[in-house]
């Protein structure tokens, strides 16, 4: 009988911390809900003291969350542990998750605290949080650079106080597999009531090693992995949730344990995530890159029709590259199109919301012959977009470019209730469109992030515009699609412009650390 491998999914809180790949409460919302669909089993929602919106957010996922246990974010301190603790309060299962740095740098620099302070810190956040759940999770931050005494000193206390998971994280990504491996088995050796608690690992993948140093951890008695879909994450990333589950399943000859994970659901949900953040997933990215299950090479080829486990260690059908393609177009009805993204994990919460999305796609069916799974992702994403608020809104915009000519553009948006046009020209089509925008509602912002990304194959294709604007500061993600790229970079801007608008925007309070 195989051990269970408990996955612990942080998509919507590490993940969120890339830059730019902050997520609306709708947003972490529809990613929640594939998640439990995918049935993994810890959800990390968010970091609830980090700002009134990451609050909300996260208590909006608790509360529709059953399957999947929730659980938000807590420095060891007792206005956050309180905050996380009000957030997951609605949640059929919940979690705390609290955290102090632990190595000698962290303490001295970041913190300017003494060890023994840090132990008292923990302490107390570990018992705080036990009165609110029975199940509480500690992490010493930065435990890849820790000492290895002092980590044992500040466990065993935090697992006397109540903790029931501790989580090892190699926070900047700087140990090596064999190193962390050793690590995790030295811990739960030498800790005395290391049996009272499940180990678990996060690791970052600033050396690209965070999928080999948590394989190599579960090797060694870690039974919770932390990770996200995509392996996002901040600066290099996370651990990919993909990798991990899909490495522990085809070496079943080599794991003494197993996830309980819908595999099915991995293909889609990372559709989801790329399609949510703009952050493209690259084509030879393991399991769900496009070119993950493609055989180019005629050596391939033959062995792959002679057998398939020639040069296939896994089942394409298995990671849920089936039955993509889906056969509507602009004689389907209402009913049609909720099903299938009913099956894609996306339901409607009224009528409303479902007719709004039914007239995107009719208004698409009627450029694209063929719809896609991949066209409904985005078509969701951009009717949400839409739902932000309005400050500005695009009505038109025509551009043309002409061999020897400077490329124009002219836009017209609705600002503040008002019709307002302009014409521009640029390098190209979309900067001119850009420098229309600009010129009608002067933002003072900067382009920092402009990508383009074609949803499916075809000339018809829909064509993903991810825009990443900085003013003051602060940093806002807009997205666009359309089969006419300069409409969606003109959406894309319109959106991210919009983002500026509203209020209760997430701002980490630890800039630059993760744990």
């Given at each position: 009988?195989?051990?269970?491998?408990?996955?612990?999914?942080?998509?919507?809180?590490?993940?969120?911390?890339?830059?730019?790949?902050?997520?609306?409460?709708?947003?972490?919302?529809?990613?929640?809900?594939?998640?439990?669909?995918?049935?993994?089993?810890?959800?990390?929602?968010?970091?609830?003291?980090?700002?009134?919106?990451?609050?909300?957010?996260?208590?909006?996922?608790?509360?529709?969350?059953?399957?999947?246990?929730?659980?938000?974010?807590?420095?060891?301190?007792?206005?956050?542990?309180?905050?996380?603790?009000?957030?997951?309060?609605?949640?059929?299962?919940?979690?705390?998750?609290?955290?102090?740095?632990?190595?000698?740098?962290?303490?001295?620099?970041?913190?300017?605290?003494?060890?023994?302070?840090?132990?008292?810190?923990?302490?107390?956040?570990?018992?705080?949080?036990?009165?609110?759940?029975?199940?509480?999770?500690?992490?010493?931050?930065?435990?890849?650079?820790?000492?290895?005494?002092?980590?044992?000193?500040?466990?065993?206390?935090?697992?006397?106080?109540?903790?029931?998971?501790?989580?090892?994280?190699?926070?900047?990504?700087?140990?090596?597999?064999?190193?962390?491996?050793?690590?995790?088995?030295?811990?739960?050796?030498?800790?005395?009531?290391?049996?009272?608690?499940?180990?678990?690992?996060?690791?970052?993948?600033?050396?690209?090693?965070?999928?080999?140093?948590?394989?190599?951890?579960?090797?060694?008695?870690?039974?919770?992995?932390?990770?996200?879909?995509?392996?996002?994450?901040?600066?290099?990333?996370?651990?990919?949730?993909?990798?991990?589950?899909?490495?522990?399943?085809?070496?079943?000859?080599?794991?003494?344990?197993?996830?309980?994970?819908?595999?099915?659901?991995?293909?889609?949900?990372?559709?989801?995530?790329?399609?949510?953040?703009?952050?493209?997933?690259?084509?030879?990215?393991?399991?769900?890159?496009?070119?993950?299950?493609?055989?180019?090479?005629?050596?391939?080829?033959?062995?792959?029709?002679?057998?398939?486990?020639?040069?296939?260690?896994?089942?394409?059908?298995?990671?849920?590259?089936?039955?993509?393609?889906?056969?509507?177009?602009?004689?389907?009805?209402?009913?049609?199109?909720?099903?299938?993204?009913?099956?894609?994990?996306?339901?409607?919460?009224?009528?409303?919301?479902?007719?709004?999305?039914?007239?995107?796609?009719?208004?698409?069916?009627?450029?694209?012959?063929?719809?896609?799974?991949?066209?409904?992702?985005?078509?969701?994403?951009?009717?949400?977009?839409?739902?932000?608020?309005?400050?500005?809104?695009?009505?038109?915009?025509?551009?043309?470019?002409?061999?020897?000519?400077?490329?124009?553009?002219?836009?017209?948006?609705?600002?503040?209730?008002?019709?307002?046009?302009?014409?521009?020209?640029?390098?190209?089509?979309?900067?001119?469109?850009?420098?229309?925008?600009?010129?009608?509602?002067?933002?003072?912002?900067?382009?920092?992030?402009?990508?383009?990304?074609?949803?499916?194959?075809?000339?018809?294709?829909?064509?993903?515009?991810?825009?990443?604007?900085?003013?003051?500061?602060?940093?806002?993600?807009?997205?666009?699609?359309?089969?006419d790229i300069v409409i969606a970079s003109a959406k894309a801007y319109i959106d991210a412009l919009n983002g500026f608008a509203e209020t209760g925007e997430r701002k980490h309070p630890q800039a630059g650390v993760a744990v």
């Amino acid at each position: 009988m195989k051990e269970h491998l408990i996955v612990f999914d942080t998509t919507l809180r590490d993940g969120e911390q890339s830059p730019g790949a902050s997520m609306t409460a709708d947003e972490k919302i529809r990613i929640a809900r594939l998640l439990e669909r995918m049935r993994v089993d810890v959800i990390e929602a968010g970091f609830p003291a980090a700002s009134p919106g990451d609050f909300d957010a996260v208590r909006q996922v608790a509360a529709q969350i059953t399957e999947s246990r929730v659980c938000g974010l807590a420095r060891a301190n007792d206005a956050d542990v309180r905050r996380a603790a009000e957030a997951v309060k609605p949640a059929r299962a919940s979690r705390i998750h609290t955290f102090i740095a632990t190595s000698p740098i962290h303490m001295r620099e970041k913190l300017r605290m003494q060890p023994e302070q840090v132990i008292e810190r923990a302490v107390a956040a570990v018992k705080l949080a036990r009165q609110f759940t029975d199940d509480v999770e500690f992490s010493p931050e930065d435990a890849g650079r820790s000492e290895f005494e002092f980590l044992c000193r500040i466990l065993e206390q935090v697992i006397d106080a109540g903790a029931t998971t501790i989580n090892i994280p190699d926070t900047v990504g700087y140990t090596l597999p064999t190193q962390f491996g050793e690590t995790i088995a030295r811990l739960r050796a030498t800790v005395p009531n290391a049996d009272k608690a499940v180990f678990s690992v996060h690791c970052h993948n600033d050396l690209g090693l965070a999928v080999a140093n948590s394989l190599s951890a579960v090797l060694n008695g870690a039974r919770q992995v932390e990770c996200t879909i995509n392996g996002l994450g901040e600066r290099a990333g996370n651990a990919s949730l993909e990798e991990i589950v899909m490495a522990v399943r085809t070496r079943q000859d080599v794991f003494e344990c197993d996830t309980g994970i819908d595999t099915t659901q991995i293909v889609p949900i990372s559709r989801l995530v790329s399609n949510v953040t703009g952050f493209p997933v690259q084509p030879n990215k393991a399991i769900v890159g496009a070119n993950a299950f493609s055989h180019e090479a005629g050596i391939h080829q033959d062995g792959v029709i002679k057998n398939r486990e020639t040069y296939e260690i896994m089942r394409a059908e298995d990671v849920g590259w089936h039955a993509n393609r889906m056969v509507l177009g602009k004689h389907s009805g209402r009913n049609a199109v909720r099903e299938r993204l009913k099956a894609l994990g996306i339901e409607f919460t009224s009528e409303e919301e479902l007719n709004r999305t039914f007239a995107r796609f009719k208004e698409l069916a009627d450029k694209k012959h063929e719809i896609f799974d991949d066209d409904l992702q985005a078509l969701v994403t951009d009717a949400a977009s839409a739902e932000r608020h309005e400050r500005f809104r695009l009505v038109s915009v025509g551009a043309s470019a002409q061999t020897g000519e400077a490329p124009d553009a002219e836009v017209t948006l609705v600002v503040d209730g008002g019709e307002v046009h302009a014409r521009a020209t640029g390098s190209g089509m979309v900067d001119a469109t850009f420098r229309a925008i600009e010129s009608l509602v002067a933002s003072g912002s900067e382009l920092t992030l402009y990508s383009v990304n074609a949803i499916t194959s075809g000339s018809d294709a829909q064509g993903e515009v991810s825009v990443r604007l900085s003013r003051d500061g602060r940093i806002v993600n807009g997205h666009g699609a359309d089969t006419d790229i300069v409409i969606a970079s003109a959406k894309a801007y319109i959106d991210a412009l919009n983002g500026f608008a509203e209020t209760g925007e997430r701002k980490h309070p630890q800039a630059g650390v993760a744990v």
